[in-house]
């Protein structure tokens, strides 16, 4: 597997991932576990974030610590389920900005249309972690981080819940510079373009809509 395929497999994001896939698990529950997991997948995916070094006093005496600047962060959303992600991420990084991306496939040429786009400015000095639960054909993935480079950030990675062999080649096809950062890759897609065995839809689960 490609060095840029991060697979967070640490034990706790393991244990709540097995919960989450648990079709018995209520939307309360769901929305509540993605919530933790997203927090503890933000530890792993601002790890490398560049540092800057401040100084400050302590109650003994001035020292040299570093800081993360949490505000040259963006946490960019694609509608609507790359949104249950947001909230833990933002415990973690509270002053993040956030962004949305907004895109439909068309039914004639499936291809990914946007229909919104908003981003802080200044996106040349930002680092973007963009979220979406499900890496599953990547269409969405591609044309989400194809739209945000014409913003030129200063880095992309990709975060999900759950990802699979055909999302994350098709990703690379396109992106091969992105990160991509996931619990899990699971088997592959059925012929609904559901990821097996997967979690279900995402959105549904997360806000209750099925
Ligand atoms: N979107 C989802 O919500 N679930 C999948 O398995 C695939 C795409």
Known sequence: MSALVHVLDHPLIQHKLTLLRQ?????????????????????EITRDMPMQTITIET????????????KKIVLASI????????????????????????LYRDPNTLQAVEYYFKMPQGMHERDVIVLDPMLATGNSAVAAVTRLKQTQP???????????PEGIAQF?????????????????LNDHGYIVPGLGDAGDRIFGTR
């Open 59 to 70: 109650p003994l005496q001035t020292m040299q610590s570093r800081v993360i600047d949490g």
């Open 79 to 102: 509608l609507r389920a790359g949104n249950g992600l947001l909230d833990g991420m933002l415990q973690v990084v509270p002053s993040a900005r956030v962004g949305h991306i907004g």
């Open 154 to 164: 200063k880095s992309i990675r990709f975060g999900c819940l759950v990802a699979c």
């Open 23 to 43: 079709k018995e698990t209520s939307t309360n529950g769901f929305r509540q576990l993605v919530n933790e997991v997203s927090m503890l997948m933000a530890y």
């Open 172 to 188: 690379h096809r396109h992106h091969p510079d992105v990160p991509i950062f996931t619990p899990v890759i699971d088997e592959g």
